[in-house]
């Protein structure tokens, strides 16, 4: 297979093209979706901030102890130091986790009456707390349509040919301008799930790749099948 390139892509073209992987993506992966457990939105946002530097799946450990012991915002902005510290030192940086937490959790109580506001302008502004994780909470706590650009988000991206900004704010709008905004909480989770299963950062399994048709930046990994297919994880790593 010979890599397209997008030298002469019009911006229909692009927008056809884009569409087309996700479409694709989202019947490689018709399980795709927030891989953080979570029963509300505080405890989305809660774990979305402490999944930064570990994976998700040692976040998923930590949950329940958590939010057992320290259930709501004033729960755990009155928690005692030294035992959150316990709770969420199997996560690495527990001192500075521990101090998001309080801190946010006391912005929490102080501005919103201990309630997770559902508007990016009014979540940004909380502790701890950036576009991706407020992007993260809007699309699955309350179904308000977001891109997460995450690490592997960004990488895609470019790879795929949709956006060559690197800037995580300007490539959000460059791909919401080629998606409805109805998809965009799915279409993160295709693109992301793609990243952590098979568009790996050091070795893309370019062989095994079900987008790589479409893809200008196939070649990047191996494009032999077997060698591909060892790449390919069946569970993300994180
Ligand atoms: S695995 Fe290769 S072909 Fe597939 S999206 Fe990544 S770079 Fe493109």
């Known amino acids: 297979m010979r890599a397209i390139t997008t030298e002469a892509e019009t911006p229909t073209g692009l927008v056809r093209r884009a569409r087309k992987i996700d479409r694709v993506l989202a019947q490689t992966y018709p399980d795709a979706k927030c891989e953080l457990d979570f029963d509300n939105p505080f405890e989305l946002l809660v774990v979305t901030v402490l999944s930064a530097q570990t994976t998700d799946k040692r976040v998923n450990l930590v949950r329940p102890t958590l939010f057992s012991a ?10 005692d130091r030294a035992h959150l510290e316990q709770i969420v030192g199997p996560l690495g940086f527990f001192r500075a986790k521990t101090e998001a937490l309080l801190k946010l959790s006391a912005a929490l109580v102080e501005r919103y009456d201990g309630e997770v506001p559902p508007k990016l302008e009014e979540l940004v502004t909380l502790p701890g707390v950036g576009r991706k994780t407020a992007n993260v909470v809007l699309g699955n706590a309350f179904g308000i349509p977001g891109i997460t650009v995450d690490t592997h988000f960004g990488r895609l991206i470019r790879r795929f040919g949709w956006t ?3 800037d995580p704010v300007k490539a959000e709008h460059a791909i919401g301008a080629l998606f ?3 998809d965009w909480t799915m279409l993160s989770h295709h693109v992301i799930w793609h990243g952590r299963r098979v568009c790996h950062a050091k070795k893309p399994a370019c062989g095994a790749c079900p987008v790589a048709r479409w893809c200008p930046a196939y ?16 569970e993300g790593p994180n």
């Open 180 to 182: 409805p905004k109805r």
């Open 164 to 166: 060559e900004e690197t």
């Open 219 to 234: 070649g990047t990994g191996p494009i032999d099948p077997v060698e591909a297919e060892k790449l390919v994880r069946t």
């Open 70 to 79: 320290y259930p709501d915002p004033k729960a755990m902005a009155a928690a």
